[in-house]
């Protein structure tokens, strides 16, 4: 009793007080002596409280010996699992309750944890599961074809990979991949995964159905063990044939372009040449004309003075119009270069006023100029220049009735980088709609005062292309009835870079601002 290892408890079998208790049993109780005990100590809240032992005793009594766990509450109020085993004898004549108790709290605590671990394995194996299905139902629905192989055996598949190749599912599994692909294809996937893939593996390739069609499919391929591979397909067939139509249609539009450009090149050539052809005679129909006009002097008829007048306006009209043609054509050709020298701005504009001023004055038109000093200069081509300007005076003469006033201003803008010029009428003005179109070849404005005017439709055409050759830029701003502003921004020196309406560096690139 005394030097048993396990706890040996005697008890009152009516009253459940501890009578007799061995050191052992103190131990696990966390009491020093029995005086310590207390009656009703080391019972707990139910199911371990004083309540249910009474029970046990009464089971004992009745029914033999009793073994159960039992929730020890000790002398600190701590708690430890006891295995309690009851036995109802007989001691020097008394009856007894003898309760024999072994300390099992470290297993009761391996045992919870255990319990515990095999819930949470348990939450993981229905939430693995969860996601394996919805993995499973997504690779069944998904339109790409997905496939297992093992040992290069099909061991899963889904639907559209199967669909793709023609077969049901269950006809391939277990067949090898190389039932898919012809003989050089399959060589080229050995051939090319063996030896250098380790990971993933892509490639677009022609795959054979179950029918013997072809079919173009992207194929890829990713190793997850040294005998399990992943393989995903995809039909790639209108892809395929998008590619080759864009192919094609990029040759068609080469050829086009080709023959275009060859087309211009014609037109360029044949224009250059006729109007050469045209101006070799007309130059000496006007030499003639001159030599006639000089030989008769005071003695010629009215009749013969008025028909060598019409033949020399109508050469001089001619030959400006072919001296357009030319000058559009070797623009265009690339053939036209710029003679620049240092220009004065003053004289540039004097020069152009003059030649269009006896026009002004046929109509009684006021010509107003303006500079904002008179020593501005610009390193330009004057030739070019001269001509944009008197392009630009002779519409505002042309387009501004009788009486009316055309002015030409210049000045330096931009922190003097640039030098502006605007010519300015008083005439009928543009329409909006008009005002992105009149800088293009051979266009004339559709309206009742441009039909009453001859003109090829090149002079603004010209006036922007030597405008952007100067790296320069041209704006219009109009209002119908109140006439037209046309602005043109030249840099001061052409060899510097070009300018932009911001005052920006630009690379010679020319714009073309329309305002209404």
Known sequence: F?????????????????????????EDLGVASVSEIRPGAFFGESPYSLVEMKQWFRKTREQGPQRFEWLVTRHDGSQRWHDTSLQYVKLDGHARILAMAIDITERKIAEESLRQ????????????????????????????????????KFIYMNPSHATLYGYQPDELIGKCWTELYTDDVVGYIRSAVGPTVTNSWQSDLVARRKD??????????????DSDSVCVVRNISERKQSEEDRRKAHERVNEANRILVEAVQMKDQFLANVSHELRTPLTGILGMAEVLSDSIGGSGTPRQKEALSV???????????????????????????????????????????????????????DIR????ESKLSCYADPVRVKQILVNLLGNAIKFTPGGGTVGLEASLIMDDR??????????????????LRIFRPFTQLDHGLSRRHAGTGLGLTLVRQFVEMHGGTVRVESQVGAGSRFTLTLPRDIRTEGISETGRPTRAEGILVANS
């Open 418 to 435: 640039a030098v502006q010029f605007t010519v300015w009428d008083t005439g009928c003005g543009i329409e909006p709609e008009d005002q």
């Open 369 to 372: 100029y303006e500079i904002s």
């Open 2 to 26: 005394e030097s048993a290892t396990i706890g040996i408890l005697v008890h009152d079998p009516q009253t459940v007080d501890l009578l007799e208790v061995n050191p052992k049993a103190m």
């Open 311 to 365: 033949i020399q306006a109508g050469g001089e009209h001619l030959l400006a119009v072919i001296n357009d043609i030319l000058d559009l054509a070797r623009v265009q050709g690339g053939a036209l270069e710029l003679d620049c020298t240092d220009c004065s701005v003053d004289l540039l504009c004097r020069d152009s006023l003059a030649i269009v001023r006896g026009l002004a004055e046929k109509k009684m038109q």
């Open 117 to 152: 671990l095999n819930n949470l394995l348990e939450e993981r194996v229905v939430e693995r599961t969860r996601e394996l299905t919805i993995q499973a139902a997504a690779m069944d629905a998904t339109l790409d074809g997905m496939a297992i192989l093992r040992d290069q």
């Open 212 to 225: 013997g069609s072809a079919v173009d499919v992207e194929l890829t391929l990713t190793k997850i063990s």
